[in-house]
């Protein structure tokens, strides 16, 4: 099923120059980039985002860092998309994440693994709102090759 998903590119990851690399690995997968925006993100935002983790220990950590520097958020549109994003990024912890995913290769801790996702149906629709306005989205048929046009 065409669906769409969510996904940011975290700041260590665009300080790290990563950017280029993980939106290859995206597009690679047969995932169309349906919204893109880099953007520095404040504390209260990124609270807002990850509410269902208020309360655990890492909450503030992880709020501080989001907000440290510039983030890429992006909405991906394919098959499976929610899934594949989430296999493509690897497990959140990138000592157990498996080879091959964006997290083994390039997460240094659990704290800073270098992607999100959204993990289900309705967090996706959630998350893709919660950063895009109807109009930052778009839908196009992806080509195998360049195409002459
Ligand atoms: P996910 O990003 O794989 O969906 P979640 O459990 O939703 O993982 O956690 C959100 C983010 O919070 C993770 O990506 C990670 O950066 C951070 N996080 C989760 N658990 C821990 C932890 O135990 N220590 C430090 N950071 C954590
Ligand atoms: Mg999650």
Redesign the pocket.
Known sequence: MTERTFAIIKPNAVRSALVGEILSRYETARLRIAGAKLLHASREKVAGF?AE?EGRP?FEG?CSFMSSGPILVLALEGENAIADVRALNGA?DPAKAAPGTIRHAYGPS??S?VV?SS?STESAAREISYWFSPDELFSYVQKSSVADE
Request: glycine share 10%; charged share 10%; no cysteine.
């Open positions: 990850y983790h890492f992880l959140t659990m704290g693994n999100h993990d």
